[in-house]
């Protein structure tokens, strides 16, 4: 897609700096990173969101994504990672060209990615997994 960052970034046509590639996908730096190192796995092939993506585009932006956890904690030695996938604006999509974050962690970081809910009823349970349930069988 012609006007599509990744896109381009993919086609060596915007200026990256590229940590990794292989036949299916290419990571680089993220131009605002959360942490040094923060990396972005994306598949060479254009795909919007998780719904979008094929199974083979998946398992090769996956792949990689690990290969990158390793290599980043070589480098970096964090004390842990986060691996996140947003689709939908909702969910803090920026940019619709399906991607990975790397993200080096430290104890002291101050990022926040997490969450802290209450612990749920279990009928509230109980009602989503009916919901899914229906349209699973
Ligand atoms: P999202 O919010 O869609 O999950 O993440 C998009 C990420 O892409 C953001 O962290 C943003 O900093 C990064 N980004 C946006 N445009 C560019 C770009 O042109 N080059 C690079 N390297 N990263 C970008
Ligand atoms: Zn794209």
């Known amino acids: ?10 086609a ?14 290419v990571a680089f730096l993220d131009i605002r990173p959360a942490a040094p190192g923060h990396t972005l796995v994306v598949p060479r092939v254009h795909a919007r969101d998780i719904w979008d993506i094929s199974d083979d585009s998946h398992a090769g932006v996956a792949s990689l994504t690990r290969r ?11 004390d842990g990672v986060n691996v996140r ?7 803090g999509q920026d940019v619709f060209h399906f991607h990975a974050h790397v993200i ?13 809910s209450p612990l749920a009823p279990v ?5 989503a997994m009916r919901r899914i349930t229906e349209r699973r069988e």
């Not at 897609?1 to 993919?10: G, K, N, P, T």
């Not at 990158?68 to 964090?78: I, M, Q, T």
């Not at 962690?105 to 802290?116: I, V």
């Not at 009928?123 to 009602?127: S, Y």
Request: charged letters at 30%.
């Open 123 to 127: 009928a509230e349970l109980e009602q």
């Open 104 to 116: 080096p962690r430290r104890h002291d970081d101050g990022l926040r990615l997490t969450w802290s």
């Open 68 to 78: 990158v956890a390793l290599l980043l904690k070589d480098v970096f030695e964090p």
């Open 1 to 10: 897609m012609s006007d599509c960052v990744f896109c381009e970034i993919v």
């Open 85 to 91: 996938l947003n689709s939908g604006a909702a969910a």
């Open 12 to 25: 060596g046509r915007v200026r990256a700096f590229r940590v990794l590639e292989d036949e299916c996908a």
